[in-house]
């Protein structure tokens, strides 16, 4: 029983920044895992970050380390994803995802994850 809702997308040029935000409500601490996802039109949803809350570990997509952090506010029950350095590429709808299992092997795969959130655009132009 968690429900989540993400904000913060926009326009923004090549080599700028975001943060997106994830809030949490409902039993906040029942899930074991908040993801970000993207997906660009034609594309399927791909992972791009994930934050265990059993072991405080954190993951990311190839494609976007040493640009794109993720980090949480216990007392917000918010989960952000710092996105830096932002390319034309990146441009999708970005959505927090909940699992209310933990497994560090499934961080990327879609389907494991239990409560999604509705999605916030991103576009970064060149």
């Known amino acids: 029983q968690v429900q989540l809702v993400e904000s913060g997308g926009g326009l923004v040029q090549a080599g700028g920044s975001l943060r997106l935000s994830c809030a949490a409500s409902?039993?906040?601490?029942?899930?074991?895992?908040i993801a970000w996802f993207r997906q660009a039109p034609g594309k399927e949803r791909e992972a791009v970050s994930c934050?265990?809350?059993?072991?405080?570990?954190?993951y990311y997509a190839d494609s976007v380390k040493g640009r794109f952090a993720i980090s949480r506010d216990n007392d917000k029950h918010t989960v952000y994803l710092q996105m830096n350095s932002l390319k034309p590429e990146d441009t999708a709808v970005y959505y927090c995802?909940?699992?209310?299992?933990?497994?560090?092997?499934?961080?990327?795969?879609?389907?494991?994850?239990?409560?999604w959130g509705q999605g916030t655009q991103v576009t970064v132009s060149s």
């Open positions: 934050f265990s809350t059993s072991d405080g570990m954190t």
């Open positions: 409902g039993f906040t601490l029942n899930y074991y895992a």
């Open positions: 995802a909940a699992a209310l299992t933990w497994s560090s092997s499934a961080w990327s795969s879609a389907p494991w994850y239990d409560y």
